[in-house]
């Protein structure tokens, strides 16, 4: 089992950049595939990136790629994602997941899942 807690939301203009981090706790973070979702008032839970187990391969949804970097450093067992030349449709809240098994693009197919930190791109 693992705990995930996200921090670094806040709220950035567009064209900024922010460094959302995912700590887990336990030894097995290595054991996990991590994801980063997000969620904007009243639309449903999407995808955004993926990384496995190493750090060796990683997947990002179709609208964040280019912007976005996911990264893992699993001596300090924590997940990033820098977010980079942000847009007002980025605003969202962002969660961080763990599962056994790579790739994994959908909500149901992660097992565990962290509180979120809010993003705001203002205009």
């Known amino acids: 089992q693992v705990q995930l807690v996200e921090s670094g939301g806040g709220l950035v203009q567009a064209g900024g950049s922010l460094r959302l981090s995912c700590a887990a706790s336990g030894r097995t973070f290595r054991s996990y595939a991590m994801g980063w979702f997000r969620q904007a008032p009243g639309k449903e839970r999407e995808f955004v990136a993926a990384i496995s187990w190493s750090g060796g391969s990683t997947y990002y949804a179709d609208s964040v790629k280019g912007r976005f970097t996911i990264s893992r450093d699993n001596a300090k067992n924590t997940l990033y994602l820098q977010m980079n030349s942000l847009k007002p449709e980025d605003t969202a809240v962002y969660y961080c997941?763990?599962?056994?098994?790579?790739?994994?693009?959908?909500?149901?197919?992660?097992?565990?899942w962290g509180q979120g930190t809010q993003v705001t791109v203002s205009s």
């Open positions: 997941a763990a599962d056994l098994h790579f790739p994994r693009r959908r909500n149901d197919e992660y097992d565990y």
